[in-house]
């Protein structure tokens, strides 16, 4: 009975959101007639972020609990990395981050239908199986972090479907991190799985989300790639365990 209330609530969010942003896509369209240049973009992230994000939240019952926000400096641009376990993921990742950022998305989510409009206006698009694309995507991290966005990647790829707390570390986001120069931020979500009945559905509760002190990068080169990655993995792992 407990699942099938969970499934009902899911199907419920997926039907918010699907309505919410009906409603908030004549917004983001004033703000790109009306807005001039990059600043209507910044505009319709600001409004994403922070009014879309925190009133679907709360009308699915969704609570943030951030410990360790006050590390980040709001006048920083970071390349974040974050655990990514459900799809409810991106929305908790906007709500416990005091700015704003762009994700680095994959080519393939520009084909779902009025999100995937959203995705190619809003975030940074990369096709992974092209090496001049991704050459590219390196010039676009730079501008937009000297614009002061931040960069929100997925270390692990996709979503992690396995028993396993992670999955597969890959190396691009440390990559990019050390490229860019950018200070490493690290955002693991504690309890997503619960809250989404480890992919089975959803109920009201109180997503735990914790940040990592700021890692430097300046100073590293590609040789540092894996320990950053193993140094990065090993933080969330604690987190999630509870240590």
Request: proline share 5%; net charge positive.
């Amino acid at each position: 009975m407990k699942m099938l209330l969970y499934k009902i609530w899911a199907a419920y969010a997926v039907l918010l959101f699907l309505l919410l942003m009906v409603i908030a896509l004549p917004v983001i369209g004033v703000n790109m007639i009306t807005t001039p240049g990059p600043s209507a973009l910044r505009r319709n992230i600001q409004f994403l972020h922070h009014v879309f994000t925190p009133t679907f939240l709360m009308l699915v019952g969704i609570r943030v609990r951030v410990t360790g926000g006050g590390l980040l400096d709001p006048k920083q641009s970071y390349v974040i990395v974050g655990n990514h376990r459900s799809s409810l993921d991106f929305i908790v990742n906007a709500q416990a981050f005091p700015g704003i950022f762009r994700f680095l998305a994959k080519q393939e989510l520009q084909k779902i239908p009025v999100f995937g409009w959203v995705v190619r206006k809003m975030c940074l698009v990369v096709d992974r199986s092209s090496a001049m694309s991704r050459a590219r995507s390196v010039v676009a991290l730079k501008q937009n972090l000297s614009e002061g966005y931040s960069i929100f990647i997925y270390p692990e790829g996709s979503r992690n479907k396995t028993d396993d707390l992670l999955g597969p570390f890959y190396d691009g986001a440390f990559r990019i991190a050390i490229q860019t120069g950018a200070p490493l931020a690290v955002q693991t979500l504690v309890n997503i799985h619960d809250i989404t009945a480890n992919g089975a559905g959803l109920r009201p509760g109180v997503v735990r989300v914790i940040w990592e002190p700021p890692i430097e990068t300046k100073e590293m080169g590609q040789e540092d790639i894996q320990g950053l990655k193993t140094r990065v993995e090993e933080a969330m792992r604690k987190r999630m365990e509870g240590k």
